[in-house]
């Protein structure tokens, strides 16, 4: 697709609709109203703010590509014809829809864009005036930018309270039966039965998304990890620690120059094995195992996915129990019951799942946020880039985007499946990395003297994949996960409190779940590309007392240093 022009877009269903462009123009309020029109313009205007820079060509220039081997893959073929976006429906797939009636679905499945809709757009060119860029910018507002997070203004440490149940809760409990996540989205599903932790020793910690492996120098947040783990080991001394949950981004294997090959295990290995900081980290797991009994689980994430199990234990001498999905806690805490559900939180991020059944569906066995995370890895490791965690203006563009998708429904999943509308987006999103335009000499470097042509990126139909493996609902749901939102994931979890890393952005607040169940919601945070190094402290209820989740969060550079709630 030539850059800044619009392809047009043809289903068939029938009858063919094409999405070109008209002749006659509506009101622009009209066009602002329309789902298709409101999107394009919300990529036209990212767009047109993406920085250029020279050193997307430059740290390409060493490479002779005849040399290597283009990886193949049948979405970067010219003559790949385009799968059937008429055919899908919120019904699809193995999710459950709700608050929205499947007939309705069925009567819009048939046209992605409306026949009147298609003379919406005055011009193929994608340059908004400067007038039309400001009714764009003013559209997506949202709430977030007049009452921005502001971590340093919240207490530290800062707990929420976890009510303990009572017999009429436990009794509603035994007539609604909780049903764990089965094989969630491919991934392995880890139950693990707690009966009756001791009053003293209740504490679990969880941290996350430590990048360890990544140089010190990009990542300032690593001085203060060892005196944290200094503190949760002297509570395991003092016998208070139950566990400890590593939830997932651990390690650094994604952050890798584009133009570099692709480390193997063994090199990742070494290089950890080699790392000051790892090796402080690691012993210190280890000894929290061996001397003070704590149980430790090591949860993968999305940046350390290629991890194994032969792996951890070469690292953990075998005394951390590797989860590759999801873990679950079965509290039976004096005759009433808690569930805890630990992920990462890449499983139900439609960027950086590698749940595909079909095998099709990754490129090198690797979802599209490795390849973002390839582009923009040479600004991480040049301190050009601080990452999404501690930039205001992408968490921003991050919630406009979501109050965009949110204001259109799941249909919208039907524009992003057009070619025309995924190439324009994950364009964007290269380029957002890349901090420049896409150019043919841009490779992501694999092993064996392999590459992907960067270019090549936006052809990648994994949206409509996952859109027909699992339905729109749960792919919509997948999208805002991506952006920051989990209010709809929450939505199906039936535990009492859901824990994630992978966003950078620690919270502790109330949420509602499935059936409109309360439950209390948590993320651990980061220790990279975030204001703040933060992990939890969680404390689970007895039949006496309440427990809480509380956030331990410290500016980054700062003091480690805090009263600890009792």
Known sequence: MSEGKMQSAEITDGNEVSATMGDEVESQDEMEDNPHTKLKNFLQYVRGHISKSSEVITQFAHLKVSDLTEVPHPDFSEDTAPLAVDDLDSSQGQGETTGHNEEEHKETSEVAVPKDETANVKSEEWNLSSEAETKVHDKVKHKGDENEDKPEGRPCPYKVVWQRKDDKSNASSENQPYHPPTEAFGEEVLQVKIDAISDKRREIYVLSDIHLGR?????????????????????????????????????????????????????????????????????????????????????????????????????????????????IYNINMEQQEYHVRFEHGHICDIVNSYSYEDADGLVCGRPMGYFMSRCV???????????????????SLRARFADVMKSAGPDIMKLLCLPDIREEFLSMIIELCFGGSINSHAVVRMHAGTYVPVWKLPRYNFIQR???????????????????????FLSACEEDMVVVGHSHHWTAEQAVGRGGKPLLFANSGAWVDAEEVSYLRIVPPTSQEDGFVEVLHYPVNGATVEEHST
């Not at 996952?466 to 709809?488: A, H, N, R, T």
């Open 215 to 327: 140089p010190l120098a990009v990542c300032p947040g690593h001085v203060q990890l060892e005196s944290v783990l200094s503190r949760i080991t002297k509570a395991a001394a003092e016998g208070k620690v139950h566990s400890v949950i590593l939830l997932g981004d651990i390690f650094e294997m994604w952050v890798l120059l584009a133009a570099e090959p692709a480390w193997t295990d063994q090199e990742f290995l070494r290089h950890w094995e080699m790392d000051a900081i790892c090796q402080v980290f690691t012993r210190v797991i280890c000894n929290m195992v061996e001397q003070h009994d704590v149980d430790v689980y090591f949860v993968r994430g999305n940046h350390d996915h290629e991890i194994t199990s032969a792996m951890i234990d070469a690292l953990f001498d075998g005394k951390v129990q590797f989860i590759p999905g999801i873990l």
């Open 466 to 488: 996952l859109c027909e493996q699992e339905g729109l609902e749960k792919v919509f749901m997948m999208f805002l996960v991506w952006l920051d939102d989990f209010s709809y």
């Open 377 to 395: 890895a040479h600004r991480i490791l040049n301190g050009q880039f601080v990452g999404d965690g501690s930039d205001k203006s992408m968490s």
